[in-house]
Structure formats: structure tokens, C-alpha cells
């Protein structure tokens, strides 16, 4: 079975946020930053900063908390990102890497 990511997108100023599933995060924040897809979500509010991320090692785990994070509020999302990320610095530079065994 293929791992699973899940991530939290934001813009520069940090007000709003977009909650999504991956199987690939480098690949997938960089189809983000390169508007891969126009006229998606992230593309037209300019999502482009990834300040939270988890990893699961089955896709399906990762889909099942994305599902509880999107029903979750925007405060516990905040407060989500903030107990790993309290400056919501861009965390790609952390994970660009990811699938390099020397990581």
C-alpha cells in the first residue's frame, strides 16, 4: 500500500487555509506553487506556504484525517498548526527531501 501524507496550505498572510491528501508531498506542494491546476482552490487564493504536514504509511489512514481535520474548525486547525509550527514558517524546505533514504 502507498503512504499517505496529509498537509495544510496557506497564503503569505496566513488567512486561509486549505487542507489536503497526498500520496507524494514533495511533488504535490510543488504542483501547488506552480499552479498546476488554474483554477483550483489553492491556485486562486494563492496557497502556496505548507505549515503542517502528517504521514501515515497507508493512503487510507491519511484520507481518514483528512476528513476529521476539514470537519474540524478553523481554530482547531489554527491551534493544530501552531503546536508544531507557532511561527507558520513554510515548512517545504523540511520536506523536499522526504523519499531520499539518506533523509
Same mark, same amino acid.
Given at each position: #500500500?502507498?503512504? +499517505?501524507?496529509?498537509? /495544510? #496550505? ?9 487542507? +489536503? ?14 499552479? $498546476? ?22 493512503? +487510507? ?5 483528512? *476528513?476529521?481535520? *476539514?470537519?474540524?474548525?478553523?481554530? *482547531?486547525? /489554527?491551534?493544530? /498548526? ?6 507558520? $514558517? !513554510?515548512?517545504?524546505?523540511?520536506? $523536499?527531501?522526504?523519499? !531520499?533514504?539518506?533523509?
Amino acid at each position: #500500500m502507498k503512504p +499517505g501524507f496529509i498537509y /495544510i #496550505m496557506t497564503n503569505k498572510n496566513n488567512t486561509t487555509l486549505y487542507v +489536503g491528501v497526498t500520496s507524494n508531498l514533495p511533488e504535490r506542494v510543488i504542483e501547488h506553487r506552480q499552479n $498546476k491546476y488554474q483554477n483550483s482552490f489553492t491556485s486562486r487564493y494563492n496557497l502556496y506556504k505548507l505549515v503542517y504536514w502528517e504521514s501515515f504509511q497507508e493512503i +487510507g489512514d491519511a484520507i481518514a484525517r483528512e *476528513k476529521q481535520i *476539514k470537519a474540524s474548525s478553523r481554530r *482547531k486547525k /489554527i491551534d493544530l /498548526i501552531q503546536s508544531t509550527n507557532p511561527d507558520w $514558517k !513554510d515548512l517545504y524546505d523540511d520536506i $523536499k527531501d522526504i523519499f !531520499d533514504p539518506f533523509y
